[in-house]
């Protein structure tokens, strides 16, 4: 009787702590993608800005005014909010969760209600682009208009202006949008192996990349 066995690739964070288990951040995309057969896009919004919380350090306090995502197993974009984040949570652990600087924003920010990092496997878009370019903190703009010729539709800012307003569905359609922008630019990156960056008016960068 034979056994199969998928073999994974690590990054060298996992010999750096006392877990036997490989967190998500311990492993190379392409173990992900082989383990995940559908993704979960995910983009959210907050209550409050970070210099109303004391900071980058307290990204925890901010609170959720709407999340939104994009199942690729329904092929259908979902709104959740507040009262609905455990729902949220769940789809977050059944798939692979992509986004844009997920796993210094939006990830932890979950955490208060309930979402324990160390669960879900994340492909963070920001973070395997910093890590080709040496280029941190890139814009998901320069990648949106450099790849897809089209970018974000307004800012976290105003999100948070219509939080304090009550206009709900605003952020709604805000929020989705950028999930849409997301994941356009992931599909593009997965269907052509580059991207595009636009530095300035006149220069774009392509970087390929291997989301497979």
Not at 56 to 73: P, Q
Not at 116 to 127: C, Q, S
Request: charged content about 25%.
């Amino acid at each position: 009787m034979s056994t199969l066995t998928t073999r994974i690739k690590l990054n060298n964070s996992f010999w750096k702590h006392p877990s036997c288990v490989p967190f998500s951040e311990d492993v190379v995309p392409s173990s992900l993608f082989l383990k995940h057969r559908h993704f979960l896009v995910l983009d959210i919004e907050t209550q409050r800005l970070v210099q109303e919380v004391g900071g980058w350090d307290h990204v925890d306090k901010l609170g959720i005014s709407v999340a939104c995502a994009y199942d690729s197993k329904t092929d259908e974009f979902l709104s959740f909010r507040e009262n609905e984040i455990p729902k949220l949570i769940e789809l977050c652990e059944e798939r692979l969760v992509v986004g844009y600087n997920i796993r210094g924003f939006d990830l932890p920010v979950m955490v208060p209600y309930g979402l324990v990092i160390k669960r879900v496997d994340a492909f963070d878009i920001m973070y395997d682009l910093e890590a080709l370019t040496r280029q941190r903190f890139l814009k998901l703009e320069s990648v949106a208009q450099g790849t897809l010729g089209a970018g974000k539709s307004a800012d976290g800012l105003l999100a948070v202006e219509w939080w304090k307003k009550g206009e709900v569905q605003k952020i709604i359609d805000y929020c989705i949008q950028d999930v849409k922008v997301t994941r356009d630019v992931f599909q593009f990156g997965r269907q052509n192996g580059f991207i595009r960056i636009q530095r300035s008016e006149a220069k774009i960068v392509e970087v390929p990349v291997q989301w497979n």
